[in-house]
């Protein structure tokens, strides 16, 4: 069993340092365009459905259809935001079982704490001396999040999207899994790599996105706004760990209109459309099989029926959080594992970063 374990460790690593070598060396068991996949999570809040069918429903597939795919729980953006020490590192935590809970495979991807790979930190700063400060204040997301922050927002939330840049940069990723909300992230990260080719020579793949098929989800009392975290209405956002009381409660609270009749018209009837769309979604059905199974149904009833499917689905995933929160060893060996092979890949990037800037 130990010999076999050592093979497997050893095979790891010829298999980490080929990378290195370029696209080439690092043949993967598939033979698939998609090179190396990077992704991140935040690990302030529970996820709720909308995190669960935009991102990590396709995490899950991902790591299936890959070779080299990282995650990475991205606890350095969380503080643009202030946090309370002991709840992030909790929620670091909690977060890790949450991932593993719903089928992400340390086996099959590369599960990692961002903060403990500083190299993070020195590539963003790199990129960060290459971005004009306009471009920056112009991103959607900043100027929406400034409207909200009683002071303008800090210098953390302004450069963040650089950070992400250096997240997906520094593992010379081919592709990203990202919502439509991230699209003009994406576009300044594909910018970096190339202003960076140009100014010191081919070095970085200028990644490309995958686009999630799921929409947004929709907020369940507005839904002319997604689902999210920080909705302080606490009936519009369903979270993975809700039982099933609540759950049931949120759908039956979801604003509808005054048709009782089951369609799906997203642009005349966005209440609705949203609860067959999350029906579909969570049963693994069609659209036109999610109104099928609604057909004869008033609204009332239909909630009930996707609240059955929501809780069906989250069922097995709640009980395999909790057992997993309960082995907080096992947790923080899964991330010093996980962040150590990051480590292997980010570290030799960086070196070869600094050597063409002229740090090194």
Excluded at 34 to 49: A, M
Excluded at 122 to 148: D, E, F, G, N, Y
Excluded at 246 to 264: H, N
Aim: aromatic share 6%; proline share 5%.
């Amino acid at each position: 069993m130990a010999m076999r374990s050592m093979r497997k460790a050893c095979g790891c690593r010829s298999f980490i340092r080929a990378l290195h070598k370029g696209p080439e060396a690092a043949q993967t068991p598939q033979k698939d365009a998609v090179k190396r996949v990077f992704s991140g999570i935040q690990p302030t809040g529970i996820p709720h459905l909308g995190n669960y069918l935009g991102a990590i429903e396709a995490w899950v597939r991902l790591q299936e259809e890959h070779g080299l795919v990282l995650y990475s729980i991205v606890d350095l953006h969380s503080i643009t935001v202030a946090q309370d020490p002991a709840l992030l590192q909790q929620s670091i935590l909690d977060m890790t079982a949450v991932l593993l809970a719903c089928g992400i495979n340390p086996e099959k991807s590369i599960l990692f704490q961002q903060s403990q790979v500083p190299e993070h930190t020195q590539l963003s700063w790199i990129l960060t001396c290459m971005v004009r400060l306009p471009r920056l204040q112009h991103l959607h997301q900043w100027k929406a999040k400034i409207a909200t922050q009683k002071h303008g927002g800090t210098v953390g939330l302004l450069t963040y999207p650089v950070l992400q840049a250096a997240d997906i940069l520094l593992y010379r990723s081919t592709h990203v899994p990202v919502g439509e909300d991230q699209v003009q992230h994406m576009e300044l990260v594909q910018d970096l790599a190339r202003e960076f080719n140009k100014k010191y020579g081919e070095f970085f793949p200028v990644p490309r996105s995958i686009l999630t098929s799921m929409k947004k989800v929709k907020s369940l009392r507005d839904p002319s706004a997604k689902m999210s975290k920080s909705d302080p209405d606490k009936l519009a956002t369903v979270r993975i760990t809700d039982s099933p009381e609540e759950i049931v409660q949120k759908f039956r609270k979801a604003m509808t209109d005054f048709t009782s009749e089951v369609t799906y018209e997203p642009a005349r009837r966005a209440g609705v459309s949203n609860l067959v769309a999350i029906h579909a979604a969570v049963a693994g059905l069609p659209v036109e099989e999610a109104l099928r199974l609604g057909a004869g149904m008033d609204t009332a009833r239909y909630k009930l029926l996707v609240a059955d499917a929501v809780i069906q689905r989250f069922a097995p995933i709640k009980r395999e959080i909790e057992k997993l929160k309960m082995d907080r060893s096992h947790l923080e060996k899964v991330l010093q594992v996980g962040s150590a092979k990051a480590k292997e890949l980010a570290h030799p990037v960086c070196q070869e970063v600094k050597k063409l800037v002229g740090f090194l």
